[in-house]
């Protein structure tokens, strides 16, 4: 059959457009590359990791976040810890740089667990306006979320609420990016980013908005590393002929041991400056209190460590161990696993060895165990 020249012009013109297709689905190949690079593999410095794990190669496996995670004893603790520690160490690989906010306090508005704007005005702002503009869509962020003022470069930030009636010209608002709930939402800082510029347009003040798909992958980088070391370690005591602990002599025990009954209705463990060390409460879903502790009778205690919240988890571990020790003594109890099976040396040890990992994991990606900045991100 013979091809005429309108198909040869035709088929020129097809091959044409197959390889401009193929040539701009290659380029924006190689382009999305290079941004994947510039995020992740940059030369700056990562606010939340500048240790060794910075050089890690990501995970293969999807890391899902835990609520936070209960670790119980494990048949094969050594795997455990391995597969865990490279889930840690690939996540804070992959961590971004955060936006720093100098000389804003870090317990108001943290460089890392915060995205930070700052409003400055020609005249000072009512600071009653203000709060009452962003009452309006603070709560659709469903993060924490503050407001700082002042007036110069010389006076201190003070945190405003609801109750504040004094103008100032210097302002930032922090949203915190993570907490045990999950990340930031794309939906989420929109409406934050909306209500504040609407808050510096009503107030004649300037605002610089950071690029928003770069707040949200901090966010969800944050908290992919904060799923990945964040873990609670539970001891149970139970009474060893599989009877009850009487709550008048658990009550007692339980005081002798340094342990005070708090409001909730858990036993804990504090240290001098306050902070929890560990908690005991009831095995069974009843909680304590100063009245049912007279008449109650319970199948067992539960004790629990959480790992990025204290200073020092080996030694809060090692103290939680002696005291469910102590507690199992005196009330004629065994210390036990979730199976109601004797907890062996071997796994104690695995628990004190892993608890130390984690918590220089957390040191090696700048979130300190225990600090304020721990302390919000694991809520």
């Known amino acids: ?53 910075g050089n890690a190669e990501p995970a293969d496996a999807e890391l ?43 317990e108001w508005a943290d460089e890392v667990a915060d995205c930070v704007l700052r409003l400055v005005a020609d005249e000072p702002i009512s600071a009653p306006a203000v709060w009452a503009m962003q009452d309006a869509w603070a709560a ?9 003022m002042r007036n110069d470069g010389d006076s201190a930030w003070r945190l405003c609420d609801a109750n504040d009636s004094g103008r100032y010209a210097q302002w930032a608002v922090s949203l915190q990016l993570a907490d045990r709930r999950g990340p930031l939402s794309d939906a989420a800082l929109t409406r934050f980013f909306d209500g504040v510029q609407q808050v510096a347009l009503q107030a004649g003040a300037t605002l610089e908005l950071p690029p928003r798909g770069d707040t949200v992958l901090r966010a969800a980088s944050l908290d992919e590393f904060c799923a990945a070391v964040d873990i609670q370690f539970v001891l149970h005591v139970v009474e060893a002929g599989g009877g009850v602990f009487s709550g008048t002599k658990l009550r007692g025990v339980a005081e002798a041991a340094g342990l005070v009954l708090e409001g909730d ?5 504090r240290d001098a400056l306050g902070g929890e060390l560990f908690s005991v ?25 959480d790992v990025p919240r204290v200073a020092d988890g080996v030694a809060a571990f090692d103290r939680m161990l002696g005291t469910a020790r102590q507690l199992a003594a005196a009330l004629g109890g065994v210390l036990v696993d979730a199976q109601r099976a004797a907890l062996a040396e071997a796994m104690i040890a695995a628990i004190r060895a892993k608890t130390a990992e984690l918590q220089q994991r ?5 979130i300190v165990p225990g600090s304020v900045r721990a302390l919000r991100l694991f809520s």
């Open 281 to 305: 409460a009831n095995l069974g879903a009843e909680r304590f209190d100063a009245e049912t502790l007279k008449s109650l009778a319970t199948n067992g205690l539960t004790l629990s460590l």
């Open 362 to 366: 957390m040191n090696d990606g700048g």
């Open 64 to 106: 899902e976040r835990r609520e936070p995670g209960v670790a119980e004893p494990v048949t094969e603790p050594q795997a455990a810890i391995r597969d865990e520690s490279d889930a840690a160490e690939s996540v804070a690989a992959e961590l971004p740089q955060a936006a720093v906010a100098p000389q804003l306090p870090p």
């Open 1 to 53: 059959m013979q091809i005429s020249d309108l198909q040869i012009a035709l088929i020129g013109a097809g091959a044409a457009g197959v390889a401009m297709v193929w040539g701009y689905n290659v380029w924006q190949d190689r382009r999305h590359r290079r941004d994947a690079e510039r995020i992740f593999n940059g030369k700056q410095p990562d606010a939340l990791l500048d240790g060794e794990a």
């Open 265 to 269: 209705g858990v036993f804990r463990a």
């Open 140 to 148: 659709d962020c469903g993060k924490d979320l503050r407001w700082l």
